[in-house]
């Protein structure tokens, strides 16, 4: 499996900011795929995850409302959509792929690198 996530950059607080994780290799509809940021000197956290079908989702408490992660099929990708972004939303983005969906798994075995988001109030 290979992923490539996209679509960081700077943004103003309370902006909107789309990101995508590209997937290959392997079957995507078969794949529970995730996000997860590290902030600088922080720990990496998650933030969000989607079933292989599409039907169940999961976010982290300090994004819920704000983010959507959803599928995109027919390019095999998966997005995440980042509204009334905040400056403690700032961090690099990861995307993660497995075969199981565990809302609170953190041990994916497979990662993209990151994409970097920035958020200036």
């Known amino acids: 499996v290979q992923l490539q996530a996209s679509g960081g950059g700077l943004v103003q607080a309370g902006g909107s900011v789309k990101l995508s994780c590209a997937f290959s290799g392997r079957t995507f509809s078969r794949y529970a795929i995730a996000w997860f940021r590290q902030a600088p000197g922080k720990e990496r956290e998650f933030v969000a995850v989607l079933s292989w079908n599409g039907f169940s989702t999961a976010y982290a408490d300090s994004v819920k409302g704000r983010f959507t992660i959803s599928r995109d099929n027919a390019k095999t990708a998966v997005n995440l959509q980042m509204n009334s972004v905040k400056p403690e939303d700032t961090a690099v983005y990861y995307c993660?792929?497995?075969?199981?969906?565990?809302?609170?798994?953190?041990?994916?075995?497979?990662w993209g690198q990151g994409t970097e988001v920035t958020v200036s109030s």
């Open positions: 993660a792929a497995d075969l199981s969906y565990r809302p609170t798994m953190t041990s994916y075995n497979y």
